[in-house]
């Protein structure tokens, strides 16, 4: 039976709840525990799928085809733990969960209220997979004191009077602002953010307070006697070079140690930090630098393209090579020339995105990487604007574009290379999309298989000829054009199983040029980092020495 550690934040967003919350999870594996983080938010749409990049940052994507939130990624990068559609769940879909149930009349007429209707279907959400591991991390996402955040505060607090005493803790971030007039730390907001906490029944046994200055130890107890928390569960958190140095921080700190106390948990097992201590010397021990753009539409958050940041770095620990990410707004140079804005860079990776906007732009970024021999990585609409950039300048199909475009224009013109998938295997059946099918959960999603061929260069990248990677798309590359394109030199060495759907296509005489239609980044780990990342680094390396 799991032990449960519900996370909640104060004062303030972003403090970085999904990060101490992950880094709680590594510690407590680093300890021999199984652990699973789930998220909790108050949102009412029912997955982020919708939501525009520059609201809400990135999707990230589970093997199993859910779209959920950003902090799935830090989970799953931060424990290596794959995450389920069953780690993320916001109102929206528990609310779409009730009304459907009332619809049936599962509820046998009864009126439906959120006390205790939706209080339930939270709880039930949380129980699922219960007796798997040893603890299971819910992070409850926004403040408290947050209208919409209320069912669930309530649900929790509920919870944990359902299960016996010392099986659920709560976890609280806060903020000590440092006011430089005064020269203080005021610890106000925190004891404020605590009372309401504690007015809605729920105290805290651990308290995580970031700050920017270094917290004395008079304001530790300070805070503990105000929010009537032991003294050692007051744990700073300070701001760090790297994120991947949270979990050697949060150690020292001794946050795992104040949970395992919470718990009652003695002796507790002494933690194996070497994986940590490793990523950390990698980090801070890089041998050289590259430059890398990304050439993207959402540039104006990077949170927007969050894995992908996240999976250059590890493939600059992989290579002990810091990369220096810079991101290149694709539209800047959709009417001009390319190479003013990408000359000096030892590598180009353009990313996936939606929409006609910004595709000019990424399609000239791949055709200056390939005419210019700089290592190139197209990631699902980067592999299709690598395919339309061969297409229009190798293969003479002068009017090559995507059939998303024409759909977008309510006209047509261009010749499709790309088009709107239709139909596709899922597992043991038949998926089926119309264009005008619900924007939400209606793509390619999660999991697939491809079949590598033999000596080629991701077949040597991977090691192996079959792997699995995640999708999330609406539009594939037409095979029917693929003999037209290898004839030039554009070879799909990557294909679903059917040998219907290209997912891979490289170019023979180039140095490092993969496009892929899946998503890499959303399987790279700092202790484990994507071979197709770690190699690309590599080539960005070569071509820094050649400089």
Partial sequence: MARFVFITGGVVSSLGKGLASAALGALLQARGYSVRLRKLDPYLNVDPGTMSPFEHGEVFVTDDGA??????????????????????????????????????????????????????????????????????????????????????????????????????????????????????LKTKPTQHSVKELRSIGLQPDVLVCRSEQEIPEKEREKIALFCNVRSDAVIPAYDLKSIYEAPMAYHKVGLDQAVLDAFQIAPAPKPNMDRWLDVQDRIHNAEGEVKVAIVGKYTQLEDAYKSIAEALTHGGMANRTKVKAEWIDAEIFEGSDAAPHLEGYHAILVPGGFGERGTEGKIKAAQFAREKKIPYLGICLGMQMAVIEAARNLADIKDAGSEEFDHEAGKKRFEPVVYHLKEWVQGNHVARRKVDDDKGGTMRLGAYTANLKDGSKVAKVYGETAIEERHRHRYEVDIKYRDKLEEQGLCFSGMSPDGRLPEIVEVKDHPWFIGVQFHPELKSKPFAPHPLFADFVRAAVEVSRLV
Avoid: W
């Avoid at 959920?68 to 929206?92: K, P």
């Avoid at 509820?107 to 949380?126: A, C, M, R, S, W």
């Fill in 67 to 184: 779209e959920t939130d950003l902090d799935l990624g830090h989970y799953e990068r931060f424990t290596g733990v794959h995450a389920r559609g069953t780690d993320s769940v916001s109102s929206g879909r528990i609310y779409s969960d009730v009304l459907e149930k009332e619809r049936r009349g599962d509820y046998l007429g009864k009126t439906i209220q959120v006390i205790p209707h939706v209080t339930n279907e939270i709880k039930d959400f949380i129980s699922i997979g219960e007796d798997e591991v040893d603890f299971m991390l819910c992070e409850i996402g926004g403040t408290v004191g947050d209208i919409e955040g209320l069912p669930f505060f309530e649900a929790i607090r509920q919870f944990s009077q359902d299960k016996p005493r010392g099986q659920c803790i709560f976890m609280h971030l806060t903020l000590l602002p440092y006011l430089a007039a005064s020269g203080e």
